[in-house]
């Protein structure tokens, strides 16, 4: 598994897009990341809130891959056997 991370920025979008945490539209501000994730290049927007939640969730759950809108909005990933 491999991740080059290309761009991370923070960006005023003029289309909407759908968040790949919680799957609601963004309209506005967006946390924009490009990035080569084992050979394929990729895209995403996010909800700034999302991105902060993703970046103090357990990043070792998120590499196994998720699916938009799994999440909620603004909160921090939960895993049913995370309880330590
Ligand atoms: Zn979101």
Partial sequence: ???TELQNK?????KEHRCV???ETI???AQ???YVFDGDFMTDYMHLECYE???NSDSEYLWEGFDA???SRGREAEWEDSDE
Avoid: D, I, L, N
């Avoid at 923070?10 to 003029?14: N, S």
């Fill in 27 to 29: 309209e506005g501000q």
């Fill in 21 to 23: 945490w919680c799957g």
């Fill in 1 to 3: 598994m491999s991740y």
């Fill in 10 to 14: 923070a960006v005023t979008v003029r």
């Fill in 32 to 34: 924009y990341r490009a």
């Fill in 69 to 71: 809108g799994q999440f």
């Fill in 53 to 55: 939640a993703m970046a």
